[in-house]
């Protein structure tokens, strides 16, 4: 796509009934929060016996705000061997949440690594797992406000953010030969004139 | 625990309550491998419950990432998981390509060149685990071994890349340059010089008293809790799940190579660290098979001006190379929209990137499906009722990396 055209919102990901153009790397379901823990469990039921992962995506101007992505896989969960594992299924199940008083139920029940996932989705995007053990965070410090993955969270911080930026001098605003303050500078201009032969006289050399 | 002076609390010993005391392991601590610090309640020696604490790297490079261009981003990617920062830029780019629809367009000599690349580093990755977990048992010679070896591999990927390690090699579109002549010599060199020095490491380790000791049947994960816990790589091998993303979805051509996946069924520490042993030569057998196709010149960038920079000879000389070379520096270029999900095989297990692109000139959201935090997990599981002593080596049996816990 050449970089001067801006495609256009609808069919995006942006467009919450969207489903990405054929790629073909997993199955695809959209739930909504209500019935997540139910499609969850038929999964589960069905062979997906692995949780591969959470995450979290945060469409800021669309409804439901965010999507909470669960990657399942179907492995054997007795050993066996490369040529019975063949191809697992994937599936990957996305659930909308709403950008008011985000809510999911949580599946720490039904995967016990879900546990460290579903903090760190509170974390990061503030979304609360309802009946989560120990739901607290886990990549930012405890006394952290605010969740940085969200996409109206500032890349710098709210503290950083709020300080302006240096702003640097121009050069119509320094006259024309004004040497450069501070004592840097004035240290640098003695060794420039001791070098050019120039006698400098300074409180320090006048003592005895 | 440290003995503090009379008047000030030790700071180890969080409490002590009847027989049970909780102390804090790390997380500056040599062997919990990085930042973890483990909070273990102890009785006597015995550990009774392991909560662990991580974030303590945490430097946002998700975040970072999606305020950068797609082909900016790969630099922070790199340095998540920072053993195998080839592995991290092979995912991502691998993501980006199949959004951008050009995966059957990377030319073979690019594709075999990543593949080389990310088995050498699988070893250089295993060799640190090997050092340092050799350490943690006290066997202090395996670490100038093994990073004797590992540093044989980073000359490569210096030589290849122009960094040990984040050389930002890997590009969307292909790879960053040609190999530099002298390149294969030094190549056939390690090849030559490698079942040498694994014939050492092994008659040093693998039937060693202490070593068994201290390994068999610790930290025995079974298959069912393997699978449940969302291990993966060598983790999940070793627990007799024969499941490796190079073989289940193959990328970048790994289906041309012959390799043989090591399972084993004993779920402890001394078959995960059998199964590294095994991938190492394993590794070394698909770097031998690429090498057989690395011969003469051929392109290693797709045939695409918008989204392969321009070779630097042609900009003084074509109007056209000029002006693309412009766009791709200044505003890179935009992705189709779309979410992909990408997974490889990394040292530690199989490494995702959920990549979602809204056809903008930056990333969307690049989520990490961290194997390490997985695998890491998993002590919660595996720490009770075993002595401190053996908590370190099942953290070193792990091989958690956490660049990429924490990212």
């Known amino acids: 796509m050449p970089s001067s055209q801006v495609p256009s919102i609808a069919g995006t990901a942006l467009d919450p009934t969207a489903l990405r153009p054929a790629i073909a790397d997993a199955e695809i379901l959209r739930v909504g929060p209500g019935e997540l823990r139910a499609k969850l469990i038929e999964l589960r039921a069905a062979g997906c016996s692995m949780l591969l992962d959470i995450g979290g995506v945060d469409y800021l101007e669309r409804d439901p705000r965010f999507d909470v992505v669960y990657h399942l896989l179907a492995l054997p969960v007795k050993p066996a061997g490369v040529a019975e594992v063949g191809v697992p299924r994937r599936v990957r199940v996305l ?9 999911l139920p949580s599946i720490h029940d039904l995967w016990p690594n879900a546990d460290w996932a579903e903090r760190e989705i509170y974390d990061l995007f503030g979304i609360v ?3 989560h053990p120990d739901l607290r965070r886990i990549q930012m410090p405890y006394e952290w406000e605010g969740h940085p993955l969200r996409k109206d969270y500032p890349l710098r911080g709210p503290a950083r953010e709020a300080t302006p930026r240096p702003a640097f001098a121009l050069k119509s605003n320094v006259p024309a030969g004004a040497p450069p303050g501070g004592k840097v500078a004035a240290a640098l201009q003695k060794q420039i004139a001791r070098a050019r032969g120039q006698v400098v006289s300074t409180p320090e050399e006048k003592k005895p | 625990m440290s003995v503090a002076p009379p008047g000030v609390p030790a700071l180890d010993v969080v409490e002590v309550k009847g027989n049970m005391m909780t102390l804090s392991l790390g997380p500056q601590h040599p062997s919990t491998h990085g930042v973890l610090q483990v909070v273990v309640q102890v009785s006597g020696e015995v550990v009774e419950k392991a909560d662990m604490e991580i974030g303590y790297l945490h430097t946002g490079i998700e975040k970072s990432a ?27 780019v691998l993501a980006v390509e199949q959004l951008l629809g050009v995966t059957d367009r990377i030319p073979e000599r690019a594709q075999s060149i990543r593949v080389l690349l990310c088995e050498l580093t699988r070893i250089a990755s295993h060799c640190v685990w090997l050092g340092t977990g050799g350490i943690d048992l006290g066997a202090i010679s395996t670490f100038f071994y093994a990073f004797d ?17 984040h050389p930002n090699y890997l590009r969307i579109g292909g790879i960053n340059g040609d190999l530099p002549d002298g390149f294969l010599a030094r190549l056939d060199a390690l090849i030559e010089k490698f079942p040498v020095r694994m014939r050492e490491l092994r008659a040093l380790l693998q039937n060693n008293p202490i070593l068994r000791d201290r390994m068999i049947d610790v930290g025995i994960v079974s298959t069912q809790d393997a ?4 291990l993966t790589g060598p983790s999940l091998r070793a627990s007799g799940i024969g499941y490796d993303v190079r073989k289940a979805f193959p990328y970048s051509g790994y289906e041309k190579y012959a390799f043989d996946v090591p399972v084993r069924d004993d779920g402890d520490a001394y078959a ?16 031998g098979q690429v090498r057989k196709e690395l011969e003469g010149r051929g392109p290693i960038m797709i045939d695409d001006p918008k989204i392969a920079q321009p070779a630097k000879e042609t900009i003084a000389l074509s109007m056209e190379a000029l002006i693309h070379h412009f766009k791709i520096v200044s505003e890179a270029f935009r992705v189709p929209p779309g979410d992909v999900y990408q997974a490889i095989e990394s040292p530690r297990g199989e490494l995702g990137y959920y990549v979602v692109s809204n056809g903008d000139n930056r990333p969307y959201r690049i989520r990490t499906r961290p194997p ?16 401190i002593a053996d908590l370190v080596v099942m953290i070193g049996s792990l091989d958690p990396v956490f660049g990429e816990v924490d990212r």
């Open chain 1, 95 to 103: 659930a909308g949440v709403p950008g008011d008083a985000p809510a």
């Open chain 1, 129 to 131: 797992f309802e009946g």
């Open chain 2, 66 to 92: 999606e305020n950068l261009f797609w082909t900016q981003a790969g630099t922070v990617i790199e340095r998540m998981d920072y053993l195998s920062p080839l592995g991290n830029a092979m995912a991502y």
């Open chain 2, 149 to 165: 070896m590992r540093e044989d591999i980073l000359d490569l990927i210096e030589q290849s890349g122009g960094a040990r390690m």
């Open chain 2, 227 to 230: 699978v449940a816990w969302g």
């Open chain 2, 272 to 287: 995960r660290f059998l199964v590294r042993l095994d991938e190492m030569d394993e590794a070394m057998r698909i770097v």
């Open chain 2, 372 to 387: 390490s935090m997985y695998n890491l997990q998993a002590l919660k599981l595996l720490a009770p009722g075993n002595l």
